[in-house]
């Protein structure tokens, strides 16, 4: 089993204030929130531990908010959810305690993870939503995009990762339409039963899963998710041309 008090305190330890949006299972769900130094910045929506046998996203929200983004909010500011499936994130399970992929939930209220979720939400907009997963099958990285501009950045998301590590040689599938190598569009088939079609349809223009392969160590699976994240803020903010 997995120390969940050790994200709790090392979250006490950032120098944000920490909120709890909800308990599921007698385990909290934390947000934090890094605010702009500019009035009108883009807002961007950081989430891992969606299946708590994936603990990379959950480590790589961490660092993302223990490291100095000094530069990054000077156009950006940040809604962090490192951990949504707490009770999986402890026990080592795809599933929360009743069972239940929160990815596969988000048309439905009657589940506790999802229904909080939904409530932090509320009517926000983001420039760009990131889910940090990852897949035991896989060799190598791939990533999800969906844009409702179609002007997709996958391509340049995957040359920059190259440099962790390979692109996985498998198709995924899951009817996903192929943007490039390792990048495969945001299925209409999905619905809105994933949190990141569910974003896409109503709370984000742009988002991104980032899948990382288990068989990787911890810091190279977390230094992917990173180097995903940080290559696509660089591109919507406009400092990648």
Known sequence: ?????????????????????????????????????VPKPQQ???TGGMHGDEPAGVEAALQFLERDNTELLKTFSFLVIPCINPYGYVHNT?????????????????????????????????????????????????????KRDEQYIGPKLATAAKAIGPIDPEDPGEDAPDLAEGIYKVA?????????????HFHSEHVIISETPT???????????????????????????
């Open 1 to 37: 089993m997995r120390d969940y008090a050790e994200i709790t305190e090392r979250l006490k330890n950032l120098e944000v204030p920490i909120e709890r949006i909800g308990t599921a299972h007698n385990y909290p769900i934390h947000q934090i929130r890094l605010a702009s130094s």
């Open 44 to 46: 961007v929506l950081i």
């Open 94 to 146: 795809r599933e929360t305690r009743d069972d239940v992929d929160i990815n596969r939930s988000f048309e439905t209220d009657d589940i506790a993870e999802v229904a909080i979720i939904k409530k932090v939400l509320g009517q926000t907009q983001f420039a760009f939503a990131i889910d940090f997963h990852e897949d035991y099958d896989a060799t190598g990285f791939y990533l999800y995009e969906g």
């Open 188 to 200: 209409t088939s999905w619905g809105t039963q994933g949190l990141t079609p569910y974003l896409l």
């Open 215 to 241: 068989v990787w160590h911890l810091e190279q699976r977390v230094a992917l998710h990173l180097t995903i994240l940080d290559t696509a803020l660089n591109i919507i903010s406009g400092k990648d041309v």
